[in-house]
């Protein structure tokens, strides 16, 4: 059971460039979530999904864009990088219950050069 | 929007010391979450808490639900150097999405 996944682990764009992260979980989950992480401050939610075929804006959602065509799957695309989205990007997925708590991939490290 | 205040922001340890540390809220949350990282890797789950006044158990670690629902401890008895890491609070809010808000996290080190 390898739960949460992610890919790549990690990346260097240099500005302007695009890029796609994949996130994939096997449990079934309906709830999905990306999140950014930087120095000095919490995981700060971008995008997420209560559902396939759905997605919503989180916190900080500018520069970026998702998709959910399959349960399994949520993508997170930047479509020209920027320095300032250098960070760690982390997804996670929950279960629809209303006790079922997030379970968080490896992450993966982004540089924008 | 909400925010948590996690103290303290990093703390130096000897092996077998108890540890504590704590989250504070502007405003009230339905559950609070404590989650440990490791380098490199995503935020683990350790405790969670859903009603105000719990206090939970897991192993070692004993965290409670503050029954003003806007705090929330957890502390760490009789540290090992595998508890070296960063720990997340998180408080969850009831409805919408259910958003989940992070502390900035507390960096421990343990000296053998």
């Known amino acids: 059971n390898a739960g949460v996944t992610q890919t790549p682990k990690f990346r260097v764009l240099k500005t302007g460039q695009s890029m796609t992260l994949l996130c994939a979980q096997d449990?079934?989950?309906?709830?999905m979530y990306w999140y950014r992480q930087d120095p000095g401050m919490g995981l700060r939610l971008i995008h997420y999904?209560?559902?396939?075929?759905?997605?919503a804006k989180g916190e900080v959602p500018d520069g970026y864009n998702v998709s959910r065509l399959k349960k399994q799957n949520f993508l997170l695309g930047l479509e020209s990088a920027a320095p300032s989205q250098t960070s760690v990007y982390f997804c996670?997925?929950?279960?629809?219950?209303?006790?079922?708590?997030?379970?968080f991939g490896p992450g993966t490290r982004l540089t924008v050069t | 929007g909400q925010q948590l205040n996690q103290s303290p922001q990093s703390m130096f340890i000897q092996e077998g010391e108890d540890v504590s540390m704590n989250c504070t809220s502007s405003?009230?949350?339905?559950?609070w979450l404590w989650y440990k990282q490791d380098p490199g890797e995503g935020p683990v789950l350790l405790i969670a808490?859903?009603?105000?006044?719990e206090l939970t158990s897991n192993g070692r670690l004993t965290a409670q639900f503050g029954i003003t629902r806007k705090d929330s401890f957890l502390n760490i008895s009789a540290s090992i150097p595998s508890d070296v890491g960063i720990y997340f609070c998180?408080?969850?809010?009831?409805?919408?999405?259910?958003?989940?808000?992070f502390g900035i996290g507390t960096k421990l080190q343990v000296i053998p």
């Open positions: 998180a408080g969850r809010e009831r409805g919408g999405y259910q958003k989940v808000t």
């Open positions: 449990m079934n989950h309906e709830y």
């Open positions: 405003s009230i949350f339905n559950t």
């Open positions: 808490l859903y009603k105000a006044g």
């Open positions: 996670a997925s929950r279960p629809w219950d209303l006790d079922g708590e997030q379970y």
């Open positions: 999904s209560v559902g396939e075929g759905t997605t």
